[in-house]
Structures are given as C-alpha cells and as structure tokens.
C-alpha cells in the first residue's frame, strides 16, 4: 500500500490524497502538507543547490546597486511631476478638480479603472496563492465578463441619466438622506482600511529586498500620494494611474520572463506545479466552507468586483469623467482584457516561483515571514545581479499602491464633500472654497489612512484581506443600489434596513472567522489546505532556523459553523441579505411604481426577462411599462428642493415620509 502511495504521488496527486499511508512521512503526509522528493530523486544524488542566497545577502545585494534607487526615485518623481503640472494649469472650479470637467479620454480611464483596484494585492497577494494553495483562484477571471457587463449595462446607464458626482447621491434621489448617508460611510471606513492593507504591502515588499524600515515606507507612499492628489486633482491621478499601470505590467513581464528561464522553461515550470498538486481548475464542491472553487470564484467574485465596478465611488467617478457614455462602456469591456491579463500574469509568475523554489521553501526555513513576502524574494534571488531590474520590480508594486491611494484619497474627498459637507449638514460653498475644502480632506484621509497602517500589521494573506473588506462593507451597499435599480416598489425603510442588517450580519460573520483564525479553532487543513512543500535541497545558510512549536486552540472561544464561510461568498451572502430583508420590509407599504423617476431605475430591466417563458415575461413587461407612468418632473424638481434639508428627495408617496 504504502508503495503504491509514493508512486501515485507523482502520477495522480488527486488519488494519493485518497489513498491512507500507514506511517505517515517524508513521501506521504496526513492531511497533504510537508515535504515531497522529486520524483528521480531516489535514482540520484542529493544535489544541495548553490545558487541561493539568504535574505540578509540579498539585501545587501540590492544595497549595493544604487540604480536600483535611481529607477525607483524616477517612477515617484514621475508621479509628482504630473500633480505639478495639472497644479501648474490650475482648477477652474471643483468640478474640473473632481470631475476633470467630463473631459478625459477613454486610454487614460481604462488604465485608471485598472489601476485603482488591480494593484500590489494582486502583484504580491497572487503569486503567493499560487505557491501556497495552488491554481484554483485562476478561476475569478471566468467572472470578469459578468461583472463588466453588469457594471456597463445595468448600473451606468442610471449613473449616466442623472448628473451626480458622488454614486451615493444616486440612493438620495431614490430613498432619502438616511440611505445615502449609511453607504457613504460604509465607503469610507472600506476604503480607509484597503488604502492601508494595499500600502503595507508593497512596504513589506520594500523592505524585503532593500532592509528599510517598513513604517517609513509607507510614509513615502502616503505622502507622495497626498502630494500629487491634493495639487493635481483627478486629471493627475487618472494620468499616473496611466503611468503606474505600465509600471505594473512591465516589471511583471520582465521579471517572469527571466524567472522563467532560470527554471527550465515553460515545460518543466508546469510539470513541476503538476507533479506537486498544484495544478486545480475545476474544483465543483458546492461546500461555502471550501476557500476556492469554481462555484465560489465565479459567483462570489462576480458579487465581490460588481460592488467595485458597478456602484464604487472610485470607479463611477472615473466612469463620470468622459464626455460620451459610450466611451465608459468601452474602457470597462477594455478593462475585461486588463484585469484579465495582469491576473493570469501574475499567477503565472506564481508557478515560475514554485518551480524556482519547489526542492527549498522559503517559508519552512523562515526566509520570509509571510507568505506575500515570497514574490520579492524570489525577484531578488533571479534578478538580483541585474542591475535596477529589482528597482523596476519595486517600483512596479509601488506604482500599484499610490494608484490606489490616490484615487482613493480623491474619491474619499469627494464622497465627504457632497454627502456629509454639503447634503448632511447643509453647508454652501462657492468653487474656491469647496475646491480648497477637498484638497483639505485629502490630507487628513491620508494622515488617517496611514495610521490605520498600525491596524493591519497583523493581517497575513493580503490578497484574501482586500476581498474580504469588499465583501463585508461593498456587499451591503450593493444590496442598497440593487434594491433601487431592479425592485421599483422597495420603500426607503426597506432599503435602510436590508443595509444595515446586512452590514451587522456580514461584519460578524467576517470578524468571527478572523477571531476564529487567531484563536486556531478554523479548520484550516480541510477548508483551506496548503500545497506540498520540500527543503530536502536547502543550502546550508538556509537551514539555521527554529521550527515553530504549534498553539493550542483557545478553551474560552465560541467556534461557529458560519465562522468557516469561505471570504469569497461575503459579498454575495451581504448583497442577498440585504434585498431579501429590503423586499421583505418594504411589503407591507410598498412604494408606488407609477411615481419613481423612471431615471432611477435600470433601463435595461425587461431585458432580464427576455428568456422568460411568454406566460411569465408578459406581466412582467406590463409591469416594467408603467413605472414612472405618473411620475411629474416639475413637481419632483421643487420637491427635491424643498425638501433637500430632511433628505426626502423621492416621491415615494404623496407625504414625506417619516422615517
């Protein structure tokens, strides 16, 4: 049996996790985590490999290369001279500083909208999943398609009817302040915490390959972001986004293309993931609990990347910038390709590492201290002799975070301008001042941004914290824009209620499985396993380390079953909470479909129906023909002004309503 075993281990990883060793060992391990031997390695000698270096040689290597400071001087200098010169070319007013006046082009909105999100979670965060847990996660590119296609012809369409700068405005105009005012904040506190999570990760890089100290590093991030965001505007940061997100592509191509060589070549860096279990596309198991599957990647993911491109202030704002609504659809079908690419990229650059490292682990020998500190070593280790190639690689991960700071920070000063300055307290102000007001607001979310810097050391997977935030903040706000676009007869009740319980639910359910994590009563073996690992090769140098000694779970702490959902279901379960309570709510009073604006709802609504059977689709279109049949234009213009101190901009009913 036991013979048996090693020899499917090399044959078929999939029946060897089936088969029961007797003596668990080197060759096979229960559950599948340790040490694998190459598959000739019986025939062989033990080849000790050479031609590693430690972390600590590797940083002096990088030391003693000054273009690679050059080079990565240059890209923040780059960035700094853009906010100069839109600065230098002034801001008529504040909708040329948050809007750019509608004026930008297509190229420069797609790489914006690339770049915003897309960012060093995805450079670093992907090739460690690759190396830990093997390709299943390749499967989110399968749901890119859904998203944009939601995100450019069920929610722009309403966006672009109504001249609004913040998305938020569009919940005012449908259900009241009261709505408007929880998503916004729901925005802010998601994006405060990403910006930190997406900056501490290119610092953790930073620091791996040059020794710095990883709070100044992030402090440079910051204050060069707050820099160019402040003085340029949305024009300067749509245009370094541009700039960034060649940086991004660039250093990752360069990078794999050297990496690939050093392994053998495509052939063996496949072979070698195959060999070790990596390699898993389709994988059905209609278990929540399971990190990744097809089901999870592909239906949670389109929930996840909805809530970022279809209703997020950072992408509607960019989306608002162009003249011509047909050039938004355009950049984000553009973007299906982008995002598309730089995933499948990056998680190729995952395998070249594993087959780099696949006879010496980093992490078992302590090289790294978590796993999203793999891709920068091993950037040193091939690239190290090359010299400012390593800076490229730095400045390439930088550029993936000040692309997302800053647009952050100018979609942060927007959202509290509009929705708590001017809509909440009532606040009037002229041009000047108002664009004074936002420069302001975008230090102090930096400053803010950065200490929360402080919060997040902890946190260990990047890649799987930035999802989770957008599940358990954007999940429920899109249940808000989904109940307004889709549910005509939802009342505003209905829609603050399914938001806030959603957000409650989902917040426990997140927070709970992070403090189940550190409790160690998460299953992580069976729910979330780790690939194979060997050391059998380690240079000497590498293997002077303490192992770990294993923590006992915590006695005092309340494990639940809901605590094991896998993070990629957050946003969907959050968004479907949210309508079903919202719709459930708002039953017993529903609004009056004849009286929305028909503007607020999705234009394309009986599109959905289409494939419908006759009998059913045909009460359906009746239905969707007589919303907004009595609404009054003029009538709701005077209300929205009336009425814009209480919030109560719909015309929900004949009264205002109480609420």
């Known amino acids: 049996m036991k013979n ?42 033990e080849k000790v490999r050479s031609d590693l270096l430690t972390k600590d040689e590797l940083i002096e290597k990088f030391k003693g290369a000054p273009a690679n400071y050059v080079v990565f001087a240059g890209m923040l200098m780059v960035s700094a001279a853009v906010g100069i010169y839109f600065w230098r070319r002034g801001q008529k007013n504040t909708e040329e500083f948050l809007m750019a006046s509608r004026s930008m082009g297509t190229l420069p909105m797609t790489f914006s909208l690339i770049a915003s999100f897309m960012s060093a979670i995805t450079l670093l965060g992907t090739p460690a999943e690759m190396y830990v847990s093997g390709t299943q996660y390749i499967a989110l590119v399968l749901s890119y398609p859904l998203v944009m296609g939601a995100a450019a012809h069920l929610y722009l369409p309403v966006f672009s009817g109504i001249k609004i700068t913040t998305s938020y405005e569009y919940l005012e105009y449908r259900f009241g302040k009261s709505v408007r005012l929880l998503s916004s904040s729901c925005f802010i506190l998601q ?39 402040s003085i340029g505007g949305i024009k300067a940061v749509m245009w370094t986004d541009t700039f960034q997100a060649l940086c991004m592509f660039g250093s990752y191509i360069a990078i794999i293309i050297k990496g690939n060589y050093d392994a053998g070549g495509a052939n063996v860096v496949f072979d070698r993931n195959y060999q070790s279990g990596r390699v898993e596309l389709f994988n059905f198991e209609p278990d929540l609990r399971r990190r990744h599957t097809v089901w999870g990647l592909v239906i949670g993911g389109y929930f996840t990347w909805v809530s ?22 355009k950049a984000i079908w553009l973007n299906v390709v982008g995002i598309g690419s730089l995933l499948l990229i990056c998680a190729y650059g995952g395998l070249v590492m594993y087959a780099f490292y696949f006879d010496c682990d980093p992490v078992t020998t302590q090289q790294v201290s978590k796993k999203d500190q793999l891709f920068p070593l091993f950037v040193m280790q091939v ?98 824009f ?86 990629m279901w957050f946003s969907a379960i959050a968004c479907m909470w949210c309508v079903v309570v919202g719709v459930l709510v708002s039953l017993p009073r529903p609004q009056d479909k004849r009286t929305v604006d028909r503007r607020l709802i999705c234009p394309n609504l009986n599109k959905l129906f289409c494939w419908w059977p006759r009998p059913l689709r045909s009460p359906l279109e009746e239905y969707c023909r007589d919303i907004g049949a009595d609404f009054d234009e003029k009538m709701a213009e005077r209300y929205r002004r009336d009425a814009s101190a209480d919030g109560q901009i719909n015309l929900a009913y004949q009264k205002k309503e109480e609420f």
């Open 4 to 45: 048996l075993c090693v020899w499917f281990e090399w044959s078929s990883y999939s029946l060897c996790r089936k088969l029961t060793c007797p003596q668990p060992g080197p060759v096979c391990t229960s559950p599948w985590q340790g040490t694998l031997p190459h598959p000739d390695r019986t025939k062989m000698e």
């Open 482 to 567: 989904t109940l307004g676009m889709f549910f005509p007869f939802v009342n505003t009740l209905g829609a603050f209620v399914g938001t806030l319980s959603s957000l409650i639910f989902t917040m426990w359910m997140g927070f709970g499985q992070t403090a189940s994590v550190l409790a160690k009563h998460y299953d992580a073996p069976r729910w979330s396993p780790k690939m194979p690992t060997s050391i059998e090769n380690c240079p000497a140098s590498w293997l002077n380390y303490n192992a770990t000694t294993p923590v006992p779970p915590s006695a005092t702490f309340n494990h639940l079953p809901l605590y094991e959902v896998s993070y």
């Open 191 to 229: 994006m405060l915490v990403y910006m930190s999570i997406v900056v501490y990760a290119p610092a953790l890089a930073l620091a791996q390959v040059t020794g710095l100290d990883v709070d100044l590093a992030c402090a440079v991030i910051f204050v060069v972001c707050i820099f160019y965001t």
């Open 308 to 329: 970022v491109y279809g209703i997020n202030q950072t992408q509607v704002q960019r989306y608002l910038t162009v003249k011509k609504t047909s050039q938004a659809v």
């Open 383 to 480: 690239m190290g002799d090359y010299p400012g190639v390593p800076g490229l690689f730095v400045a390439g991960v930088f550029s993936g975070a000040l692309s997302t700071v800053s647009s952050g920070l100018n979609s942060l000063a927007a959202v509290c301008l509009r929705d708590f300055i001017e809509s909440a307290c009532g606040v009037k102000l002229t041009d000047a001042k108002a664009t004074l007001v936002t420069k302001g607001l975008g230090v102090i979310f930096g400053v803010i941004g950065y200490a929360l810097i402080f919060l997040v050391k902890s946190i260990d997977g990047v890649l799987e914290a930035a999802l989770g935030i957008f599940g358990i903040v954007g999940g429920p706000v899109l249940g808000a």
